[in-house]
Structures are given as structure tokens and as C-alpha cells.
């Protein structure tokens, strides 16, 4: 079973609210497991396999792990991996668009509080 970790700067909550995201944008079936896992089914690259992810929290970051267990028959190793890959690529890189758009909303913001304070003197 192939498998990759990423280490995260983000909360827990954070990263569970991008992968359950994620996980309903592929409209695919998936349960949490008694051990706190989330166990799915998903097509990456035309290939249907099951995969179990997990969340953990390493102060003050946050540890994701995707793991191929039930891989689509035909996918050869570099297959499984690169299918773990995508799906902690698409978790991680959800996280940090949401992020650049806070931050670019923040400060949209901030600049228009500035302009306003100083055109009103």
C-alpha cells in the first residue's frame, strides 16, 4: 500500500473542512472509520481505488496522510502513488488558494479602511 504524509501550517479543523471539500467535489463514497480515518472511494485518473485519510495534529502543525488500500487493479506502483499524490496535492493546494484569497480580501480591505480615513480629513 502506497502512501504520503504532508506536514501542514494550517489546524486540523481547517485541513479536515479542505479535505471533506475535497472529498465532495469528486462525488465520491466515503465514511469515517472507527479509528478516526476516512475511509473512500474515488476515481483518480479514470482508475477506481480505495483510500483511507487521516488527519493528526503535531503542534503547531498538522499532519495529513493519504493512503492508497485498495488499489484499482490495474494500476502498477507509480500509478498508486501518483494517484496519493494527487489527492494530497488537491487538499494541500485548497488550502492554500483559500488562503490567498483571505489574505488578498483582508487586505482589500484594509486599503479601502486607509483611503477612507484619509480622503475624510
Do not use: H, W
Request: glycine share 4%; charged share 25%; hydrophobic share 35%.
Amino acid at each position: 500500500m502506497k502512501s504520503v504524509e504532508r506536514i501542514l501550517p494550517y489546524t486540523k479543523q481547517l485541513v479536515l473542512y479542505a479535505l471533506y471539500d475535497i472529498l465532495d467535489s469528486e462525488e465520491c463514497e466515503y465514511d469515517k472509520t472507527e479509528n478516526g480515518c476516512i475511509a473512500a472511494r474515488i476515481t483518480v485518473y479514470g482508475n477506481r481505488s480505495g483510500f483511507t485519510l487521516s488527519v493528526s495534529e503535531a503542534p503547531p502543525n498538522t499532519v495529513l496522510t493519504v493512503q492508497v488500500n485498495d488499489p484499482c487493479s490495474v494500476l502498477s506502483e507509480q500509478g498508486e502513488l501518483r494517484a496519493v499524490d494527487y489527492l494530497a496535492d488537491r487538499i494541500e493546494q485548497l488550502l492554500e488558494n483559500e488562503l490567498r484569497i483571505s489574505d488578498l480580501i483582508i487586505s482589500k480591505r484594509e486599503k479601502q479602511i486607509t483611503e477612507k480615513a484619509t480622503t475624510s480629513y
